[in-house]
Each structure stands twice: as C-alpha cells, then as structure tokens.
C-alpha cells in the first residue's frame, strides 16, 4: 500500500486522508541538504524506529527497532556516514533520534538519496509524528502519533511515500 502526499497538508493512503505536515521549503525535485524541502518521488518505506520507553512497538510487517540514547542520524555531506543512522556521540554533524519532545516517538526511515548515497541530495528524510500545531517540518513528512500507528498497520515491505509536486 502507498502513501501519497496529495497536497502539503493531506497525506492519501488507501482512499484515507491523514492530516500531515511537510517541508518548510515546500515540495521541490531538486532537493539539496538543508533546504527544509520534501524531496519528491516514490521512497520506499525501509524500517520503523521508536521509543519502547513511551510506546509499545508499532504494528506492521515493516521491519521495527527501539530507539536507543545513543542513537543519531549523519546529515554532514563530507562525512563517509551521511544518511545513515549512527552511534553517538559522534565527530561530524548530526541529529539526535531520541529527543525530548515527541516528534522522533515513532520515525520511519524512508528510501530516500540512500541507493546510494550521494553527498548534498539531502538526508534523514523521514515520516514521523507531526507537531500538535501541525508545523512545517525540515523536509519530512509528520502525521498525528495515533495516525502513524494505524497507517504502519497497512504498510508492508512494498510500500513507500509518494511525493509528487
């Protein structure tokens, strides 16, 4: 089952609309690290990560990992690690999946700029729960928590997030 971005604010997944935010920098084929853009295309949905300290593990037959402390995501384009998750602490720039406020609870990692990798095109492009004022994101997409879980429930290892302009 796809997910469809069919506008900025409304996420389609089978014939259910989901109220989503998404980039700051609008929806844009020409994504580059840092411009608060979502990057257009199909992104497969590769794995869910969440906090087992806030949360029971999602349902899905994606595959599901608990967030640790230490856990972060490379955004430095010169690092060898960009767009991957990483241990931390770690020497080049990142971002930290275990955050304080609840937007990392659940994320799920989506196939994008990683087969392969290429410096600059953009990173930690994922879908996770949005703000409760429903704020732009740094280029993902974010759902309410309760609507994330009951998409994860129809998604497989087939689908991905469809983002088109």
């Given at each position: 089952?796809?997910?469809i971005?069919?506008?900025?604010?409304?996420?389609?997944?089978?014939?259910?609309?989901?109220?989503?935010?998404?980039?700051?920098?609008?929806?844009?084929?020409?994504?580059?690290?840092?411009?608060?853009?979502?990057?257009?295309?199909?992104?497969?949905?590769?794995?869910?990560?969440?906090?087992?300290?806030?949360?029971?593990?999602?349902?899905?037959?994606?595959?599901?990992?608990?967030?640790?402390?230490?856990?972060?995501?490379?955004?430095?384009?010169?690092?060898?690690?960009?767009?991957?998750?990483?241990a931390?602490?770690?020497?080049?720039?990142?971002?930290?999946?275990?955050?304080?406020?609840?937007?990392?609870?659940?994320?799920?990692?989506?196939?994008?700029?990683?087969?392969?990798?290429?410096?600059?095109?953009?990173?930690?492009?994922?879908?996770?729960?949005?703000?409760?004022?429903?704020?732009?994101?740094?280029?993902?997409?974010?759902?309410?928590?309760?609507?994330?879980?009951?998409?994860?429930?129809?998604?497989?290892?087939?689908?991905?997030?469809?983002?088109?302009?």
């Amino acid at each position: 089952m796809d997910l469809i971005l069919t506008a900025p604010e409304c996420l389609t997944v089978g014939g259910q609309n989901y109220r989503c935010a998404s980039g700051h920098g609008g929806i844009t084929d020409e994504k580059r690290e840092g411009d608060g853009a979502t990057p257009t295309g199909r992104h497969p949905l590769r794995a869910v990560y969440y906090r087992a300290d806030k949360l029971r593990k999602p349902q899905t037959d994606l595959p599901v990992s608990a967030l640790a402390p230490n856990d972060g995501w490379c955004d430095d384009p010169a690092d060898a690690n960009y767009n991957r998750k990483i241990a931390l602490p770690y020497p080049a720039r990142h971002e930290m999946l275990w955050r304080e406020d609840s937007v990392y609870d659940v994320i799920v990692e989506l196939g994008y700029n990683d087969a392969p990798v290429v410096p600059e095109l953009g990173s930690a492009i994922f879908l996770h729960v949005a703000t409760s004022d429903f704020r732009a994101t740094e280029g993902c997409i974010a759902v309410a928590l309760p609507d994330l879980l009951a998409i994860l429930q129809r998604c497989d290892k087939r689908s991905a997030l469809v983002v088109t302009l």
